[in-house]
């Protein structure tokens, strides 16, 4: 039997130029993991016992890579007296996303995906990075909260690490509670909500601000297992909603010690004096993010410009005590490179350069950088309507630092 290859719509599709259809005898399914055959073959709109023609078996496999649930589709069929058999072939996405129910406050969070999940496959609240997946999550969004005779228009908002779910008109949020707190006031978890009040309920951002400030809150106070519920919505307060944040506070931890990964520049004993944690004083998060300030700019001054720290608490709970485990990755040293003045000319350019602290080859300094940039920098004689600017390049391969001061 004669074969011909065709892409339509990104979807790869094997047709047999003859004969022309028949009836559905059977539906294959290959390269299926995430997703049941049977879901295939539901989105796909045919059928076993159903009278198809080639046209409409190339309609079908253009309405599953609608769905962008897929990276490819392929399909072939044979026939036999009349019958077809038909194969569908697929590649699932392999790239996916989180879905944020922005505003969405009609149905739980486990409610929604719930619903979701009975039109579409597998769905678990995460969405391929697929053209196509949005509209198709759109449109069982609608049909799913017109079901339950919620008026608005559903809307996909798409951003770098997550793709939010709005309806067309937000409820107003009028009203936010704290329930459980006892090492901080309710007054002062709410407090960061005070500007939203009376404008859009966003559950992303109530989300955020729990996540980041509040939980920061307790971390200042030594709660390092201070957890957040999910938020409660309520209707009965006001015209509008309000939310409710349930916290398990646990209890404060004093600093034990830190324990260092990673590093060889500087020893264990130097980069406790820096860091300056106490032991048997509460694990402040503040005091511990100035330490490492203090961390990064110890290395910077010897020309370690790209060094990072992550950190984790290793918490004892019956001692109330935490161990902080940093890895540090060092990199490269970095030297001076050049120090180019691209808007003045030669001899001007070099009277100007006396004044950089650095010479070529020198152990790029980066505290030496700022005090140029605050002090001398102002100084210099820019041409009218013009300022100095200092742009730095790293040279990543040569691991030196290019410096350009131009006048914009």
Not at 22 to 43: C, F, P, T, W
Not at 165 to 176: I, N, S, V
Not at 306 to 326: G, H
């Amino acid at each position: 039997m004669q074969m011909r290859r065709a892409v339509v719509f990104g979807v790869t599709l094997a047709l047999s130029q003859a004969p022309a259809g028949g009836r559905v005898s059977s539906i294959q399914v290959k390269g299926n993991h995430r997703y049941e055959a049977a879901d295939v073959e539901r989105l796909s709109g045919i059928a076993i016992g159903r009278t198809l023609t080639a046209q409409e078996l190339e309609d079908a496999a253009k309405r599953l890579s609608s769905t962008g649930l897929f990276d490819a589709v392929r399909f072939s069929y044979t026939t036999d007296a009349g019958r077809m058999a038909v194969t569908f072939d697929i590649d699932e996405a392999r790239s996916r996303m989180p879905v944020v129910y922005d505003n969405i406050v009609s149905m739980s969070e486990a409610e929604l995906t719930a619903a979701l999940r009975e039109k579409i496959p597998a769905f678990d609240g995460t969405l391929p990075v697929n053209e196509g997946a949005a509209d198709f999550l759109v449109q069982a969004t609608r049909e799913v909260l017109e079901r339950r005779g919620v008026p608005g228009n559903v809307t996909i908002l798409a951003q770098p690490n997550a793709r939010y779910l709005l309806l067309g008109k937000a409820p107003r949020l009028c009203g936010m509670h704290v329930v459980g707190s006892a090492a901080i006031s309710e007054k002062a978890l709410v407090q960061p909500f005070a500007d939203s009040l009376g404008g859009d309920y966003s559950r992303h951002f109530i989300a955020a601000t729990t996540a980041g400030t509040l939980t920061d809150l307790y971390r200042r106070k030594g709660y390092w297992r201070a957890a957040f519920a999910s938020p409660v919505v309520g209707t009965t307060e006001c015209d509008g909603i309000s939310v409710t944040l349930g916290v398990s506070e646990g209890v404060s931890y004093a600093w034990d010690r830190a324990e260092w990964r990673g590093n060889s520049v500087l020893p264990a004993r130097v980069l406790d004096r820096i860091l300056d944690m106490k032991s048997g004083r509460v694990a402040d998060l503040w005091r511990l993010e100035l330490g490492l300030r203090h961390v990064h700019l110890a290395y910077a001054h010897l020309g370690y410009l790209k060094q990072s720290i992550t950190f984790s608490p290793r918490l004892d709970d019956a001692a109330r005590r935490a161990v902080f485990v940093f890895d540090i990755r060092e990199g490269p040293q970095f030297r001076m490179g050049t120090l180019t003045f691209p808007d003045v000319l030669d001899a001007e350019a070099a009277r100007l350069a006396r004044r950089w602290p650095l010479k070529g080859g020198d152990i790029y300094d980066e505290a030496l950088q700022y005090e140029y940039a605050l002090t001398e920098l102002p100084r210099l004689p820019a041409p009218k309507g013009t300022n100095a600017k200092m742009e730095i390049d790293y040279d990543q391969a040569a691991h030196l630092v290019n410096v350009r001061i131009v006048f914009k």
